[in-house]
């Protein structure tokens, strides 16, 4: 497809479980980011990727969460033991080079819910 | 730290009335400065940005916004609003050489015919 495109596009899970939610980026972009979007609120930072490794990192809430790129295309973000307040709508989003001023091409997002 | 704060959570207006959509920042460094718009069931695009050229900056469908540094300001504005320009919109600074941006609250906008 041409544009970012996120799997799955709703997950309902049980408190403690595993989650997995996959970003494909348009082809050709190095540059991948994760966000999380909390009802009414603005996306948060999560993490950012520059081909296969993480370039920043700072924005994963804890140690439940992990994210991989492993070819520098694909990424997955991973949330062990998932809580209630892990519910909500994780964007992926790609850019061409990762520069401060390019423009990020937004996925329509994984809605996370945990019972 | 950078940051942006939009003042609104909501904003109202009639169909061909003027949009204004307020946007903050606060930057140690002069700021790359974006507003994205989503869209019901989309995901966010871009509207347009500043980088340091112009200090008005046309976007698509209508927008635009000008930087204005001795206010620390980066409003939205559409001088006459249609049905379709419904949506959410978010205002970003850009913080570092890597593209990370951190985005405001969002304002909600509704047109009423």
């Known amino acids: 497809g041409a544009g970012v495109s996120q799997t799955p596009s709703n997950k309902v899970t049980e408190k403690g479980k595993y989650v997995e939610l996959r970003c494909d980026p348009i082809s050709g972009h190095t540059a991948l980011y994760w966000y999380r979007q909390s009802l009414g609120q603005g996306p948060e930072f999560l993490i950012y990727f520059q081909g296969t490794g993480a370039a920043d990192d700072s924005g994963l809430p804890n140690d439940r969460f992990f994210a991989v790129r492993p070819e520098g295309s694909v990424s997955t973000l991973k949330i062990q033991r998932t809580e209630r307040g892990d519910s909500a709508v994780y964007l992926c989003?790609?850019?061409?080079?990762?520069?401060?001023?390019?423009?990020?091409?937004f996925g329509e997002g994984s809605r996370l819910t945990v019972l | 730290a950078q940051s942006v704060t939009q003042l609104g959570s909501h904003v109202s207006v009639s169909e061909g009335a003027l949009v204004l959509l307020r946007c903050n920042y606060s930057s140690s460094v002069p700021p790359y400065l974006f507003w994205y718009v989503q869209y019901p069931n989309q995901g966010l695009q871009l509207l347009l940005k500043?980088?340091?050229?112009?200090?008005l900056v046309k976007g698509i469908n209508g927008f635009e916004a000008e930087f204005k540094k001795s206010e620390t300001s980066f409003h939205l504005t559409k001088p006459s609003a249609h049905m379709s320009d419904a949506a959410e919109y978010f205002c970003a600074v850009s913080v570092n050489q890597g593209g990370k941006l951190i985005f405001g609250q969002g304002t909600e906008l509704s047109v009423k015919p």
């Open positions: 500043y980088t340091s050229a112009a200090t």
């Open positions: 989003a790609s850019s061409l080079a990762g520069g401060p001023t390019g423009e990020l091409f």
